[in-house]
């Protein structure tokens, strides 16, 4: 199914921190880690899939670092492009970021991506972010940020009277469900007949955890690649007949709800916030599809 040209790999779901806006409930407590034999498993079947970019992220991946190293230099043996998402807690001056990231550019990483943002830091002028990425220029690295903004009513010239509108750019899933969907101006179930995040139907990007999910969305799993190689799940995706995957594709996370039969009468803020919350009433029914169970919180099921 598709055309498969990227993998998201989600080193570890181990975090420094727990933001309010993590799609994977994300911590210090949270538990999944790639071994190094795990890694170069998944990486040897990336690119039997024909799989042409690899993204490195978590959690966090710094904590994992001679993992990380290893990961990098694996994809790029096979000639992978190679990629990696970071908070950048590791920047505590330009000289020692300097001194984190110049074995990466080493091993072959072609790019950085840093999360800059409030989540990750209220001051933006002592942003370790900043300092990571001026440590890449001088590296010859490339480097881009990552930056989220929290959920808010927003209102302007020539709206419809009694439209609600959110802004910023959080997808309400995960524990931002949680934290960060209080207070915000909702809409009637029926108004979510799409899924507008990600390409349910074609994916040219999959994710995939250390206990090998291979996801289409965080917490959608479409196979296992420790059970099945990864371009045998890809060839095997067939999302009309997905559980989850097949009513969005229909209808959205509006007929997600309808498919099987669950509580209409709430309004929600967003197509996500109404899938997640679906999908999360669902868990026990679709234990192979939804998980790992941890991505879903502490309180789900």
Same mark, same amino acid.
């Given at each position: 199914?598709?055309?498969?040209?990227?993998?998201?790999?989600?080193?570890?779901?181990?975090?420094?921190?727990?933001?309010?806006?993590?799609?994977?409930?994300?911590?210090?407590?949270?538990?999944?880690?790639? !071994?190094?034999?795990?890694?170069?498993?998944?990486?040897?079947?990336?690119?039997?899939?024909?799989?042409?970019?690899?993204?490195?992220?978590?959690?966090?991946?710094?904590?994992?670092?001679?993992?990380?190293? +290893?990961?990098?230099? @694996?994809?790029?043996?096979?000639?992978?492009?190679?990629?990696?998402?970071?908070?950048?807690?590791?920047?505590?001056?330009?000289?020692?970021?300097?001194?984190?990231?110049?074995?990466?550019?080493?091993?072959?990483?072609?790019?950085?991506?840093?999360?800059?943002?409030?989540?990750?830091?209220?001051?933006?002028?002592?942003?370790?972010?900043?300092?990571?990425?001026? +440590?890449?220029?001088?590296?010859?690295?490339?480097?881009?940020?990552?930056?989220?903004?929290?959920?808010?009513?927003?209102?302007?010239?020539?709206?419809?009277?009694?439209?609600?509108?959110?802004?910023?750019?959080?997808?309400?899933?995960?524990?931002?469900?949680?934290?960060?969907? +209080?207070?915000?101006?909702?809409?009637?179930? %029926?108004?979510?007949?799409?899924?507008?995040?990600?390409?349910?139907?074609?994916? %040219?990007?999959?994710?995939?955890?250390?206990?090998?999910?291979?996801?289409?969305?965080?917490?959608?799993?479409?196979?296992?690649?420790?059970? !099945?190689?990864?371009?045998?799940?890809?060839?095997?995706?067939?999302?009309?007949?997905?559980?989850?995957?097949?009513? @969005?594709?229909?209808?959205?996370?509006?007929?997600?709800?309808?498919?099987?039969?669950?509580?209409?009468?709430?309004?929600?803020? %967003?197509?996500?916030?109404?899938?997640?919350?679906?999908?999360?009433?669902?868990?026990?029914?679709?234990?192979?599809?939804?998980?790992?169970?941890?991505?879903?919180?502490?309180?789900?099921?």
């Amino acid at each position: 199914m598709g055309d498969l040209k990227g993998l998201h790999v989600l080193l570890t779901y181990t975090c420094l921190y727990e933001c309010d806006h993590c799609f994977l409930y994300c911590g210090p407590s949270a538990e999944g880690t790639f !071994t190094l034999e795990q890694v170069e498993t998944a990486i040897a079947q990336a690119d039997g899939a024909g799989v042409e970019e690899l993204f490195f992220e978590g959690g966090e991946p710094f904590l994992y670092y001679p993992l990380l190293e +290893a990961s990098v230099r @694996l994809g790029k043996s096979r000639g992978l492009s190679c990629h990696l998402v970071t908070n950048c807690y590791w920047a505590t001056t330009v000289r020692d970021a300097e001194l984190w990231l110049a074995p990466l550019r080493e091993a072959g990483l072609d790019s950085l991506s840093v999360s800059d943002d409030a989540f990750h830091c209220e001051d933006p002028g002592r942003s370790p972010a900043r300092r990571a990425r001026e +440590a890449a220029r001088n590296l010859g690295l490339a480097a881009d940020s990552i930056c989220i903004e929290a959920p808010a009513a927003l209102a302007w010239p020539g709206q419809t009277k009694g439209e609600p509108v959110v802004g910023g750019d959080v997808l309400l899933k995960g524990r931002a469900v949680e934290k960060l969907a +209080a207070g915000l101006p909702r809409r009637p179930f %029926s108004c979510f007949t799409e899924c507008t995040g990600e390409e349910l139907a074609s994916p %040219s990007r999959v994710h995939l955890d250390p206990f090998g999910n291979v996801f289409v969305c965080q917490g959608v799993s479409i196979g296992n690649i420790w059970r !099945t190689p990864l371009a045998e799940v890809m060839a095997a995706y067939d999302p009309s007949a997905h559980p989850i995957v097949g009513p @969005l594709l229909q209808g959205g996370p509006a007929a997600l709800a309808e498919r099987y039969g669950l509580p209409e009468g709430e309004d929600y803020v %967003s197509d996500c916030h109404l899938c997640y919350l679906v999908r999360c009433r669902l868990l026990d029914r679709f234990p192979e599809q939804l998980c790992p169970r941890q991505v879903y919180g502490p309180g789900a099921g």
